[in-house]
């Protein structure tokens, strides 16, 4: 919404969520406190905050005054009932709908920006047309493919805008309002309109063939450690044939983020139900195979330090699940902090956008243990130096850019001998580390 105010002055873009203290952060007078850290957007929200964009918690107002309403919720995975633990729950986006219905005055497109499973805008639309007031709705379905930690960039030049509607006339003509938007900054041969149902279902499907590919790798970086192959080098080679590309082949502890594994749950919670077996469990190895690569590395970590990490001091390097993010959901850290904890390590972290706070409630969440066994395994600390100081072995859990220009020798000098490093990351050169006097182990390799 930030960049549609930025690039359409003549747009009034208004943000409105119930939470009064996000809203607030939002409109902090100063810019660098918004809620979430992205690389250029603090810029983009102090160009357009209080000219054309505004974020308010009067839901009802903003309702009833716009044309065009974006559903942007949360669609997090079932955690109860049927299809729990792989269906969207959709309680949000009927929630939302419902409201829009009742206080709507004037006719609205309705835009479905959240992640949602095939078919929901049929849901949306009858909820819509039953209990509104004779007003007109149009549902629009518009997927986002930003990745965080560039979403700014991904934003301003997409490879794509996906546009889905009706095919009646009334849904054409929605689907041109949208396009008009977009066509302020996009170029019209990069905005794709399709029917509803194929636009919903793109979106993940194309989550589930990037997570796809990060698994395939992830499959081969183990057949390589058994066989002195290097997946970088075999990642390299394979990426250079133009019909496979070198994108998302970088072998890793895992994927995480909040998108890959919830809709690969979905489209497999989809398959299902629709009595396709074979669909559904070819995708779910996808996520077999990235909870296989968080435990085997944790693993590793405990084999290579004789079998025993119990009291042992251990640094993590990052937390967030990727770099340019401080976004920690389903981060492959959380896994690995989980399974060395059970084996009684002395954690200590240290991650550049991350609080301690979100470190904390992270591994409480996962309820493995007591909150207090928590805190007293898991130390947070502001400064890579303390956090590697004394410690058996670093765990490197995100590729944040700083952790290459660090002086290595001096965190190797306070360290335990023999020092461990394990790149989950695979971002550290190894003849480098090597040549300091560490016991250097990648993913892969
Ligand atoms: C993803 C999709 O890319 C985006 O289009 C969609 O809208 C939301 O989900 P995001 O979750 O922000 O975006 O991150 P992404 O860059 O796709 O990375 C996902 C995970 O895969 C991260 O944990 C990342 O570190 C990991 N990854 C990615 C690898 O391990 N190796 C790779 O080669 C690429």
């Known amino acids: 919404m930030a960049i549609i105010a930025q690039k359409c002055p003549h747009i009034k873009v208004t943000v409105v969520d119930l ?18 850290y992205e690389p250029g957007l603090s810029a983009i929200v102090a160009e357009a905050r209080g000219r054309n964009l505004f974020f308010s918690t009067d839901i009802e107002r903003a309702i009833d005054a716009a044309d065009m309403i974006f559903i942007s919720v949360n669609t997090p995975t079932k955690t109860y009932g049927v299809g729990k633990g792989m269906a969207a729950d959709l309680k949000y986006i009927e929630l939302c709908a419902r409201q829009i219905a009742k206080i709507s005055t004037s006719d609205k497109i309705v835009v479905e920006k959240s992640t949602l499973p095939v078919r929901t805008a049929s849901a949306i639309k009858n909820i819509l047309e039953n209990t509104g007031n004779g007003v007109k709705f149009q549902i629009l379905s518009n997927p986002e493919f930003l990745a965080e930690g560039t979403a700014v960039a991904d934003l301003l030049n997409p490879d794509r805008v996906l546009i889905g509607g009706d095919t009646s006339m009334e849904g054409q003509e929605a689907i041109k309002k949208l396009v008009a938007i977009y066509s302020n900054w996009v ?15 793109s979106k993940l499907t194309a989550n589930a063939f990037l997570a796809q590919r990060v698994s395939s790798i992830n499959a081969m970086s183990e057949l390589c450690e058994k066989t002195g192959a290097d997946v970088n080098e075999v990642a390299k080679a ?10 998302f082949l970088k072998a890793s ?7 890959f594994k919830k809709d690969i749950l979905n489209l497999v919670y989809i398959a299902k139900s629709y009595g396709l077996n074979e669909v559904a469990d070819y995708w779910e190895q996808v996520i077999v195979m990235n909870d296989h690569q968080k435990s085997r590395f944790a693993k590793t970590i405990v084999k290579t330090l004789y079998n025993t990490v119990s009291g042992k001091k251990i640094a993590f390097l990052g937390w967030a699940f990727k770099k340019d993010t401080n976004d920690t959901r389903e ?3 959380i896994y690995v902090a989980d399974d060395l904890l059970d084996e009684q390590a002395i954690i200590t972290v240290y991650d550049p956008k991350v609080t301690q706070t979100q470190i904390h409630s992270d591994v409480n969440y996962l309820n493995s243990r007591s ?3 928590n805190k007293n395994g898991l130390t947070i600390l502001d400064n890579p130096y303390d956090v590697c100081q004394d410690s058996h072995a670093i765990v490197i859990l995100t590729e944040w850019s700083e ?4 002086d290595w020798q001096k965190i190797y000098d306070q360290m335990q001998k023999p020092a461990f490093v394990f790149d989950g990351r695979n971002v550290l050169d190894k003849k480098v580390m090597e040549k300091i006097g560490f016991v250097y182990q990648a993913i892969g390799s």
Request: hydrophobic content about 35%; aromatic content about 8%.
């Open 19 to 36: 939470n009064q203290k996000r809203i607030a952060e939002w409109n902090d007078a100063d810019v660098n406190n918004i809620p979430i």
């Open 371 to 373: 909150e207090l066994e």
């Open 253 to 259: 502890v895992g994927f995480g983020g909040s998108c």
């Open 187 to 201: 170029l019209k041969d990069r905005i794709l309109t399709t029917n509803i149902w194929s636009s919903e279902l």
């Open 238 to 247: 394979i990426g250079m044939d133009s019909r496979i590309g070198s994108k």
């Open 403 to 406: 952790f290459t220009s660090y």
């Open 331 to 333: 981060s492959p850290a």
